[in-house]
């Protein structure tokens, strides 16, 4: 069964630094990645997803993925952090498609100014 | 608004009642799915449809809670005799699901928070 690990369950930067949060993935068969952002009380956005066309996804926001299939790895980054960009982060993978979806434990960002 | 929505958004009951939950899923979306989520975890999966269908149950979806997609449109998630241990955020996604390309995501609720005391 494919699954995902977010390392680091929280991840603090300072306004205007990169942001890299970090997930590794376990799939028996080429992986759907995706990326969810969740903002208080609320629901998840759908950032950005792989789905084989191209390994480097650019998604909403500013953010982008980069799958590694060497390295079982879909990292998330931000070249500047804004302060609006502090939320919980969830990756997610899926090996049918998107229906099966199994997410990772979240990552909370915290943005200093 | 055209993303989906749910009702209600918060719900506060007593241990042992019955609370029933409404999802409107995006309407060209033919799938439809239930996930829990508790506090400082990631969503768990718990049923999907794909229009009236109900064509997977997690283990976790004991058999105090039922699913409906009556006409393959909107959805209710009922919890009979609710436990402390029921108290999450119960979270309605849907998507479109075709015979080729995608996939295309899946797109949330706000969510139905409940607490049971």
């Known amino acids: 069964a494919q699954s995902v690990t977010q390392l680091g369950s929280h991840v603090s930067v300072s306004e205007g630094a990169l942001v890299l949060l970090r997930c590794n993935y376990s799939?028996?068969?080429?992986?759907?990645l995706f990326w969810y952002v969740q903002y208080p009380n609320q629901g998840l956005q759908l950032l950005l997803k792989?789905?084989?066309?191209?390994?480097l996804v650019k998604g909403i926001n500013g953010f982008e993925a980069e799958f590694k299939k060497s390295e079982t790895s879909f990292h998330l980054t931000k070249p500047s952090a804004h302060m609006s960009d502090a939320a919980e982060y969830f990756c997610a993978v899926s090996d049918n498609g998107g229906n099966d979806m199994r997410f990772g434990a979240g990552t909370r960002l915290t943005v200093k100014p | 608004d055209t993303g989906v929505s749910q009702d209600p958004r918060h719900k506060i009951t007593k241990r042992g009642q019955n609370v029933t939950f409404r999802c409107d899923p995006i309407s060209e979306h033919n799938r439809l799915y239930w996930y829990r989520q508790t506090l400082g975890q990631g969503p768990e999966f718990l049923t999907y449809f794909q229009n009236e269908a109900q064509l997977e149950k997690s283990r976790l979806l004991s058999d105090r809670f039922s699913a409906e997609r009556p006409k393959g449109s909107f959805s209710t998630l009922e919890i009979q005799r609710t436990e402390q241990g029921d108290s999450a955020m119960y979270l309605c996604?849907?998507?479109?699901?075709?015979?080729?390309?995608?996939?295309?995501?899946?797109?949330f609720g706000p969510g139905t928070r409940l607490t049971v005391l």
């Open positions: 792989y789905t084989s066309a191209a390994t």
């Open positions: 996604a849907s998507s479109l699901a075709r015979a080729s390309g995608g996939p295309w995501g899946q797109f």
């Open positions: 799939s028996s068969v080429p992986p759907y």
